[in-house]
């Protein structure tokens, strides 16, 4: 029986040396291959930018790239995520910045799709451009109701492989906007309200996504009657949803989709940016092109908003006789678009500028 009870003694020391022996190998595996360095930097991601990164939504965004992050958000007041691997571009650049003092975030004279659901943002992705795997969701952040009082965010991402014409793609990076944004301003202390999980992401609108007149029920809604509109020549819109955003515009355009007059609304850094253009420009301009514009006081990071109307000259229909310009008109229908948008944004009545 003692024979017994050694001979078993004996095979259970065995495989325990057998089990120690294979763990060590593979622990020496693992290191050697890299494993423990992607294991080590997907760890980071968890206190990255100072704890604020939304690392479950850069995981789900990158899936299956291994990645290395900013550890806290540098001085100029942006945290970066790139890949481990050099053969691939995929990475994301984060910008937390006051509102003050800040170039424009959109797309001039382009369409940025308004995020919604309880924030002011917007997305731009241009589906029409080679490079669909880079896109850029921005958020202002009002951290009081004192006019300028606020926080700029963006996240400037390129996926490296896929691209953003898969709204899931687009989903994902506003999470992580989003969620990076709530986390950061609860723990400067910047009273921002946040909204919900956005969904259904929409594009920058392109040429083609013109629509009947009557048909606009975003920023381009109830601009003019039909009398009007038949008067001008407008046949057709391109519009945003009617949700605020950093930049909102809408185009009239001919039954072609041909621009006729485009109105566009600006809010904290983008507003800042076209005030100077208003300074740069001629006495002259508004007689010979109808361009008008209005402001209004808003609250938190909005700043002054400016409001503008132009006749535009489409460059891709050159030939096409310039619409006449109904300067009395126009400016009645800057009015109604300016107080729509301003109402959005919690602002005062707009003014001339």
Not at 82 to 88: E, G, I, P, Y
Request: aromatic content about 8%; glycine content about 14%.
């Amino acid at each position: 029986m003692s024979d017994v009870r050694f001979w078993r003694r004996r095979r259970v020391r065995r495989a325990a040396a057998w089990t120690v022996t294979a763990a060590v190998l593979a622990g020496g595996l693992f290191w050697v291959s890299g494993g423990y360095d992607s294991w080590r930097d997907d760890r980071a991601l968890d206190s990255a930018c100072d704890g604020d990164l939304a690392a479950g939504a850069v995981r789900e965004l990158f899936d299956g790239i291994s990645l290395t992050s900013s550890g806290r958000w540098a001085d100029r007041g942006h945290c970066t995520v790139s890949a481990s691997d050099d053969d691939t571009d995929a990475g994301l650049v984060l910008w937390a910045r006051d509102t003050e003092g800040l170039g424009e975030l959109t797309d001039v004279g382009g369409f940025d799709a308004p995020l919604g659901h309880g924030w002011t943002g917007s997305f731009r992705f241009d589906p029409d451009d080679e490079d669909t795997d880079e896109a850029r969701a921005t958020l202002l952040l009002s951290c009081g109701k004192g006019s300028g009082h606020g926080q700029v965010m963006t996240a400037d991402a390129d996926l490296g492989r896929g691209g953003f014409d898969d709204p899931l793609a687009r989903e994902r990076l506003v999470a992580v906007l989003t969620e990076t944004a709530t986390a950061y301003t609860r723990r400067t202390g910047c009273a921002a309200p946040v909204g919900g999980r956005v969904k259904n992401v929409g594009v920058t609108t392109t040429r083609a996504d013109y629509k009947p007149v009557a048909k606009a029920t975003g920023s381009c809604a109830g601009l003019l009657d039909g009398k009007t509109a038949a008067r001008w020549g407008v046949r057709t819109v391109r519009e945003v949803a009617g949700d605020p955003a950093p930049g909102e515009n809408c185009v009239l355009g001919s039954r072609s989709g041909a621009f006729l007059h485009g109105f566009s609304a600006y809010y904290g850094p983008d507003a800042e940016s076209a005030r100077m253009r208003l300074d740069y420009r001629g006495d002259d301009h508004a007689a010979r092109t109808g361009a008008y514009a209005m402001t209004a006081r808003c609250p938190g990071a909005g700043g002054t908003a400016v409001f503008q109307v132009e006749t535009l000259v489409d460059d891709g229909d050159p030939v096409r006789a310039a619409p006449v310009v109904d300067h009395k008109g126009l400016r009645a229908a800057l009015q109604r678009f300016a107080e729509r948008s301003a109402k959005r944004h919690g602002c005062e009545a707009p003014r001339p500028a």
